[in-house]
Nanobody, 124 residues
Framework: HVQLVESGGGSVQAGGSLSLSCVTSGAPFCTAWFREAPGREREGIAA????????YTDSVRGRFTLSRVNGAVDILTLEMNSLKPEDTAMYYCASRTGASTTRCLALSRDDYKQWGQGTQVTVS
């Protein structure tokens, strides 16, 4: 059974940095970060498979860095730099079952069935 618990987030001025962490149990093959801004659809922004390299959407590539450390629990970290007001959203850690790297990195919301509770990021 996969469980995901996010931490980090908060408020920061434009140009600043924040770090989000997600502790996952159950050793999911695929983990990702999504975000949902008010009035907008939840969008995937970064994903990684166990032992693989991360992928990013255009909106965050070059500014955000995703890493994953596997152990007794897995720790998924999203380092966010050069933050912009449009990065303001609720951020969610998510995982999907199955061993498809392609589907993991496609960041389709419907493919992800396990979700954390979310953590708010506000950039002003």
């Amino acid at each position: 059974h996969v469980q995901l618990v996010e931490s980090g987030g908060g408020s920061v001025q434009a140009g600043g940095s924040l770090s989000l962490s997600c502790v996952t149990s159950g050793a999911p093959f695929c983990t990702a970060w999504f975000r949902e801004a008010p009035g907008r659809e939840r969008e995937g922004i970064a994903a990684i498979v166990s032992g693989g390299s991360p992928t990013y959407t255009d909106s965050v590539r070059g500014r955000f860095t995703l890493s994953r450390v596997n152990g007794a629990v897995d720790i998924l970290t999203l380092e966010m730099n050069s933050l912009k007001p449009e990065d303001t959203a609720m951020y969610y850690c998510a995982s999907r079952t199955g061993a498809s790297t392609t589907r993991c990195l496609a960041l389709s919301r419907d493919d992800y069935k396990q979700w954390g509770q979310g953590t708010q990021v506000t950039v002003s």
